[in-house]
């Protein structure tokens, strides 16, 4: 393994297969929650293995029986009381999206239990996603308080149609990956026991298979994200202003407090 993955502290990386590289978003403790380094490291990591000779494809995941739960609380706080600490994770937000969508060698996502927030935008953008059947996602803006600005407005309708993409983007009702599956959000969804394996074939496959047309179909294919981009952007920025307001406020101290959430029943809007 190449020496420019040693600084990746969340980021646990071993190769499971002939040039696959695999990237688990490791924090058990949190069901594999983004912190401040997490949120960071999975800005950066995309274009360390764009440049690698050794990656032909990728693999994302998370450590034992979580994907991931979202952004910790911890980060929130920062987010929502410290303009510095805000304007960083807007730009490690953005990279985390269009490095993904840039990287030039083939993704797949393999999504258990928990996928929520942070971690979920790379498991969506994945060239091809493959969750459990039982695993839960979740986009989870709304019910905190903010524009689902992560990933959602420039995938989502691409992935499932507008009405379902409103329907879970605006209710935060959680999908199994089976349901997932049956409306377009994911590409495959597989028994639990199956996962890691069949992430790990079909990684070997777009690893094995013509690089060039590989990597050229996945560009320009892209390019229904890119011509998104302006949507995401207004997104994300709209989900940041959010974190100035009162009403991640009451969706934060529910979670906190394991409450359903009181938010304020007006609005200047």
């Not at 459990?132 to 407005?153: C, E, N, P, Q």
Request: charged share 25%; hydrophobic share 45%; glycine share 8%.
């Amino acid at each position: 393994m190449t020496s420019r993955y040693d600084a990746y502290q969340r980021l646990k990386i071993d190769f499971p297969a002939d040039r696959v590289l695999r990237v688990t978003m490791n924090n058990p403790a949190s069901l594999n929650s983004a912190d401040q380094r997490m949120h960071g490291e999975l800005g950066t990591i995309w274009r360390d293995i764009d440049a690698d000779p050794e990656v032909n494809a990728v693999i994302i995941t998370g450590a034992g029986k979580a994907f991931s739960a979202g952004g910790d609380f911890e980060m929130i706080d920062g987010i929502m009381n410290d303009f510095e600490t805000r304007a960083r994770n807007w730009k490690e937000a953005k990279d985390i999206v269009y490095n993904v969508i840039n990287c030039s060698k083939p993704i797949v996502s393999a999504m258990r239990g928990p996928a929520v927030g942070a971690g979920l935008v790379c498991g969506m953008l994945a060239d091809i996603s493959i969750a459990s059947k039982k695993a839960k996602i979740i986009d989870g803006h709304t019910r905190l308080g903010v524009a689902a600005g992560d990933h959602a407005a420039i995938v989502w309708p691409l992935l499932c149609g507008m009405a379902k993409a409103k329907y879970y983007l605006l209710l935060c009702d959680p999908l199994s990956g089976e349901e997932a599956e049956r409306i377009g959000l994911v590409s495959l969804a597989v028994e639990d026991e199956e996962l890691d394996q069949k992430a790990i074939e079909i990684a070997t496959r777009l690893a094995t298979g013509a690089q060039s047309a590989i990597r050229w179909t996945k560009y320009s294919l892209n390019n229904w994200l890119r011509q998104a981009g302006p949507t995401f952007d207004a997104s994300l920025a709209l989900e940041f202003l959010g974190f100035t307001g009162p009403d991640v406020a009451a969706g934060l101290a529910s979670f906190k407090e394991k409450r359903a959430p009181e938010f304020p029943k007006t609005s200047p809007l």
